[in-house]
């Protein structure tokens, strides 16, 4: 089955979501139950649905 975040492994926006989660996981004030590449595709999608990331931070660099 293929990952419905696929599209958002690699960007800036990727990165950042990925570091704020783990920043938070370290400090102990989220726990996350579930694979952290399906939190952090769900909201990189949400972001960009609601046009709240510019273009370029959902595409991939070069």
Known sequence: MKNPYAAYRGTPLWKAVASALADLQASGEVRVDTAPDYV????????????VVTPAAVTSGP
Do not use: N
Request: charge should be neutral; charged fraction near 35%; glycine fraction near 8%.
């Open 40 to 51: 952090i595709g769900y909201v990189c999608r949400e972001l960009d649905a609601k046009s």
